[in-house]
C-alpha cells in the first residue's frame, strides 16, 4: 500500500497562473482533506470531503476549488495563483470523517512569484 | 476565541530521558484528540489517539493523557531516542453540524541530544 500519494512534489508557479495538486489513496476511505502548513500557523484545513460527491469548506478556503473525482482522488486547484499561497500543501484521508486518524501524503511544496 | 495551542514551542532532552510535550484546547465539546509527529519534508505521522471518554491511553513507549477539566493534553515519550527528534502536533475534532473536523496546534519541536 503506498498510502496518499500526493504529486508533484515542488511546484513554482507565477502569479495569476493556474495549476490542479493531485492526490490519490488507496486505503479505501471515505474522507479526504487538503491542508495547508505555513510556518508559525501550524496546519490550516482549506477543504474536505466527506464522502465522495461531497465537498465542503475548511477555514481558509478562499482561493481554492476542489474535486472529489472517486472514492480514491481529491484535486485541489488554484485558478489565479498569488504569492500568499506559497506553502506546503499536504493532502489525507481517514476511514471517515468523524473521530478516524487522518494519514497524510508527504506534501507538494508550491511557491508562487 | 477557541484555539488549540502548545505551551512550549522548543523541547530539548537528553537521549534516554523522558519527554512530555503538552497541549492546550479550549473547546470542551472535543471529542476526539491525536498527536502527529512530523519530520523534516516528510507529513505529519499518526502517533497516537484518545476518545474524550478516557484519561490515559498508552502505545509503544509514548503515553497520553487527558485532563478534560482543564482542557489539556500531553504526550509522554519514554527513553527518548535521537529517531524521535521531530515536530510534534496535537489535533482536536472539534464537532460542527455537518459533523467533526481536526484542528491541529501550532506544534513542538523536539530536540534529542546524544
Known amino acids: 500500500n503506498a498510502g496518499v500519494t500526493q504529486t508533484p512534489k515542488f511546484q513554482v508557479l507565477k502569479t495569476g497562473q493556474s495549476m490542479t495538486l493531485q492526490c490519490a489513496q488507496d486505503?479505501?476511505?471515505?474522507?479526504m482533506y487538503w491542508y495547508r502548513q505555513d510556518p508559525g500557523m501550524g496546519l490550516r484545513l482549506i477543504y474536505y470531503?466527506?464522502?465522495?460527491?461531497?465537498?465542503d469548506k475548511g477555514e481558509v478556503p478562499n482561493g481554492y476549488n476542489v474535486s472529489r473525482l472517486n472514492k480514491r482522488e481529491f484535486s485541489l486547484r488554484l485558478e489565479s495563483a498569488a504569492p500568499s499561497q506559497t506553502s506546503v500543501y499536504f493532502c489525507a484521508s481517514s476511514r471517515d470523517s468523524n473521530n478516524s486518524p487522518l494519514h497524510f501524503g508527504n506534501g507538494t511544496r508550491l511557491t508562487v512569484t | 476565541g477557541e484555539s488549540v495551542g502548545l505551551h512550549l514551542p522548543t523541547l530539548s532532552v537528553q537521549e534516554g530521558d523522558n519527554s512530555i510535550i503538552n497541549c492546550a484546547y479550549s473547546?470542551?465539546?472535543?471529542?476526539?484528540f491525536i498527536w502527529y509527529k512530523q519530520e523534516s519534508g516528510k507529513g505529519p505521522q499518526f502517533i497516537i489517539d484518545?476518545?474524550?471518554?478516557?484519561d490515559k491511553r498508552q502505545g509503544q513507549r509514548v503515553t497520553v493523557l487527558l485532563n478534560k477539566t482543564v482542557k489539556h493534553l500531553s504526550l509522554q515519550i519514554a527513553a527518548t531516542q535521537p529517531g524521535d527528534s521531530a515536530v510534534y502536533f496535537c489535533a482536536e475534532n472539534r464537532i460542527y453540524n455537518q459533523g467533526g473536523k481536526l484542528i491541529f496546534g501550532q506544534g513542538t519541536e523536539l530536540s534529542v541530544k546524544p
Open positions: 470531503s466527506a464522502s465522495e460527491g461531497t465537498t
Open positions: 486505503m479505501n476511505h471515505n474522507s
Open positions: 484518545i476518545r474524550s471518554n478516557m
Open positions: 473547546n470542551s465539546a472535543s471529542d476526539y
